[in-house]
């Protein structure tokens, strides 16, 4: 394993172990070692395909330079630049594939008991001596395997991790830039993990199956913003009675299912207005029934009509 260039004191001065590694065309498979659930891996490929076995934990992708294409549970998904993907070990597969580009990535795996401090610290600030009680709530499928926008600020944290690992110049213990890294994605992800405890269920197996039902409906609303869509036709793909699929909704994202649509069909209005299009054309594409539905709805979002917002 090539490690990066650390003293053994600043490897050794905390118990918990972070591993380091740089992979590319000249690694040797047979000579990649089998790495604890906290590791640094960066990479460069231009072609490579590979079915993952996944760490415990929760793993992120994120990609400086180029595109990596990830399979999983049948859907598509694309990683580059501003964008990472979250994984955890409870995928039964996950493929990974770049082609064609030179491509510069980077690989990080937490450990569940980091993750579950740092949850402790988050929902319970006022604990000393609770972190045994702490479940895997946030390793649950529905929670954490998803793709997310990354922030500035964890973009550029990420590219200098992968500038580190793969010229060995970590200045620093390894499991400190970890630290740093699941803080940022906490922070990060706060809204979700704040969302699935909203949910008022006495058993943690019910609470996991309603939010994921929430979120497949949630998902079924995003992919509607051009269409014309029944909120009952939705909660039946839910499995849920219109009326909680509405309660539970709200309860979850502080905005019932239409107010939650309808704000991102304004969203969506905001972004094609940037491609030139006129409102009137971006109303009829948003499945409004005139530019005054629009318009009125627009206000009520932005707080001005559309023909005073400055895109």
């Known amino acids: 394993m090539q490690q990066a260039n650390l003293s053994e004191v600043a490897t050794s001065v905390y118990a918990s172990k972070c591993d380091v590694m740089h992979m590319d065309i000249s690694t040797p498979r047979s000579l990649i070692p089998k790495l604890s659930s906290n590791y640094l891996v960066s990479s460069c490929f231009t072609s490579f395909e590979t079915e993952m076995r996944l760490a415990p934990g929760l793993g992120l992708k994120f990609v400086p330079e180029g595109k990596e294409t990830y399979w999983m549970?049948?859907?598509?998904?694309?990683?580059?630049?501003?964008?990472?993907?979250?994984?955890?070990?409870?995928?039964?597969?996950?493929?990974?594939?770049?082609?064609?580009?030179?491509?510069?990535?980077?690989?990080?795996?937490?450990?569940?008991?980091?993750?579950?401090?740092?949850?402790?610290?988050?929902?319970?600030?006022?604990?000393?001596?609770?972190?045994?009680?702490v479940n895997r709530y946030l390793l649950s499928p529905e929670?954490?395997?998803?793709?997310?926008?990354?922030?500035?600020?964890l973009q550029h944290f990420l590219k200098q991790l992968h500038y580190f690992t793969s010229t060995h110049q970590i200045e620093a213990p390894p499991i400190e830039m970890l630290f740093e890294v699941a803080s940022m994605l906490i922070r990060e992800n706060l809204d979700m993990i704040s969302s699935y405890y909203k949910l008022e269920a006495t058993k943690l197996s019910t609470r996991q199956e309603l939010f994921q039902r929430l979120l497949r409906g949630k998902e079924i609303l995003d992919d509607s913003i051009f269409a014309e869509i029944n909120i009952g036709q939705v909660a039946e793909e839910c499995c849920l009675s219109e009326f909680r699929f509405y309660r539970l909704f709200k309860q979850c994202f502080g905005q019932s299912p239409y107010n939650y649509l309808f704000r991102r069909r304004i969203e969506k209005g905001l972004e094609l207005k940037k491609q030139n299009l006129s409102w009137s054309e971006i109303a009829f594409q948003l499945n409004f029934t005139d530019l005054a539905a629009f318009s009125n709805g627009f206000?009520?979002?932005?707080?001005?009509?559309?023909?005073?917002?400055?895109v």
Do not use: W
């Open 299 to 310: 206000k009520k979002i932005t707080g001005v009509s559309p023909s005073k917002f400055a």
């Open 73 to 133: 549970n049948g859907k598509k998904h694309e990683v580059t630049g501003e964008k990472y993907l979250l994984v955890n070990d409870s995928l039964p597969e996950v493929i990974g594939v770049v082609k064609g580009q030179t491509t510069h990535g980077m690989c990080v795996n937490i450990a569940p008991e980091m993750l579950n401090d740092l949850l402790l610290q988050v929902l319970c600030p006022n604990a000393l001596d609770e972190i045994n009680q």
């Open 143 to 153: 929670l954490l395997v998803r793709e997310a926008k990354a922030s500035e600020n």
